[in-house]
């Protein structure tokens, strides 16, 4: 796991480098967001297969989902709170300052 871990973050590194010198050709740059979409929409694939082979996964479907839509509702509950609590603090302070 661990090796796989940086052959990953080496990958990402080595395209951060390419991109950063400008050594990607005009053509794949008008074409990058194509690729990123498909490649995507590839790797939703392979994850639903691997998904639907594992009759583990399949059998506690809705326990898994269960715990997925509690985790999401805390989630944004509690980020829409911190956001109107710290906005509260923002505001107030340039409330004050006029244009």
Request: hydrophobic share 55%; with cysteine.
């Amino acid at each position: 796991m661990g090796l796989r871990l940086i052959l990953y973050l080496g990958i990402l590194i080595l395209g951060g480098i390419i991109g950063y010198k400008d050594k990607v050709s005009e053509k794949l740059q008008a074409n990058i967001n194509t690729i990123q979409n498909l490649c995507l929409l590839f790797l939703l694939f392979v994850m639903g297969v691997t998904i639907g082979i594992n009759n583990e996964v399949i059998s506690n479907l809705f326990s898994i989902g269960l715990k997925a839509g509690i985790i999401s509702i805390f989630t944004i509950s509690f980020s829409i709170i911190f956001v109107r609590v710290i906005r509260r603090f923002i505001i107030l302070e340039s409330d004050k300052i006029e244009p």
